[in-house]
């Protein structure tokens, strides 16, 4: 079966640290990746998504991710974050138009 | 455009009641999707359409649910009868095919 794991379920981490939140899919061929935030009390909103092409993708705020196909893996990358960043993040990988969501990764950033 | 709409924003109903969630997609977006979001079991996929047509809808927990897509313009999530354990926000995606899902901002169902 189609599924993706995100390797942390609660990051806590203080401001200027660097982030990096794992992300890998078992689909074969052909994905989509995106990676969706949802800030406390708001609904999913777009980070960043590869389609081709350079698998390093910059999205907003400063994330990246990089894509490598022989991991299978879509990990997001920010080097310093700050305290507006605390939000859930959300793996999905898209293959034949069906997003499969990730469980999830709940990132608190201290002050 | 003014983006995925979804009404009501918040319901609040006794058990047993029969809740219908809306939901308006971006124009020109040709997929729709449900889901649910709770703390314990996350963000669920219950179904979705396809030209208004429903593709896959085994996410759907049980009979009790139900979802209509009767026009490009408008879909409906039915439960009836309501349980507490449906508590839970309940999220319309819609897209063009290959591109990133847009959200309405929820509507959050509480279940007493």
């Known amino acids: 079966a189609q599924s993706v794991s995100q390797h942390n379920h609660h990051v806590i981490l203080s401001e200027a640290a660097s982030l990096e939140l794992g992300c890998n899919y078992s689909?074969?061929?052909?994905?989509?990746l995106f990676w969706y935030v949802q800030y406390p009390g708001q609904h999913l909103q777009l980070l960043l998504k590869?389609?081709?092409?350079?698998?390093l993708v910059k999205g907003i705020k400063g994330f990246e991710a990089e894509f490598i196909k022989s991991k299978f893996s879509f990990n997001l990358r920010k080097p310093s974050v700050q305290w507006s960043d605390t939000a859930e993040y959300f793996c999905?990988?898209?293959?034949?138009?069906?997003?499969?969501f990730g469980k999830g990764t709940r990132l608190h950033i201290l002050p | 455009d003014a983006g995925v709409i979804q009404s009501p924003r918040h319901e609040v109903t006794e058990m047993g009641q029969e809740v219908t969630l809306r939901c308006k997609p971006i124009s020109g977006h040709d997929y729709l999707f449900w889901y649910r979001q709770t703390m314990m079991r996350g963000l669920e996929l219950l179904i979705y359409?396809?030209?208004?047509?429903?593709?896959?809808d085994s996410g759907m927990p049980e009979d009790r649910f139900s979802a209509k897509m009767p026009n490009a313009s408008f879909s409906t999530l039915k439960i009836q009868p309501s349980e507490p354990r449906d508590s839970a926000v309940y999220f319309c995606a819609s897209t063009q095919s290959g591109y990133e899902q847009y959200f309405g901002p929820g509507t959050r169902l509480t279940v007493t």
């Open positions: 689909y074969g061929g052909t994905v989509n």
């Open positions: 359409f396809n030209n208004n047509v429903p593709i896959d």
């Open positions: 590869y389609f081709s092409g350079d698998p």
């Open positions: 999905a990988p898209d293959r034949d138009d069906k997003i499969i």
